[in-house]
């Protein structure tokens, strides 16, 4: 049987596609009991990302026989701080599909989503301030 996520149809012989396993991948909550955040956002909390170098591979996921990739991460260095007052979720994705982007950052952070102009083109990316509790665990403390 054939589905579709985001549009579109998972592969003829209805094998999911690489993005289908990672759209349920990125959304699966609550495998651990009690547990409030999904697997891709598990990994951004466990990389704080300062800034200096790439994210860490462990928030990146990449599909090139689909032609899409996604990174999430909760972004604490300065300039992200003083800009957005204070540390905030950033999700990247290509090709440039706000709900893919909005996927990610479902159920986390508070306020409203800042889309954010890209460099590229072919890019959507949108952030979201992290609540307290989440940047207390990730070991900082409120701005």
Request: hydrophobic share 35%; aromatic share 6%; with cysteine.
């Amino acid at each position: 049987m054939r589905h579709r996520i985001f549009g579109r149809q998972s592969r003829s012989n209805g094998s999911p596609t690489c993005l289908d396993n990672w759209l349920q991948w990125s959304t699966a909550r609550r495998g651990i009991v009690g547990e409030e955040f999904s697997a891709a956002q598990l990994a951004a909390l466990s990389h704080p990302f300062d800034g200096e170098e790439t994210p860490n591979s462990a928030c990146t996921w990449y599909m090139p026989a689909e032609g899409r990739s996604a990174i999430l991460t909760c972004d604490v260095d300065a300039e992200t701080a003083e800009t957005f007052g204070g540390p905030v979720w950033h999700a990247s994705v290509c090709p440039p599909i706000r709900a893919h982007a909005e996927v990610l950052l479902a159920g986390v952070g508070e306020g409203v989503l800042f889309k954010e102009r890209s460099l590229r083109p072919d890019v959507c990316e949108l952030r979201r301030r992290m609540t307290l509790d989440e940047i207390r665990r990730i070991g900082g403390s409120s701005p």
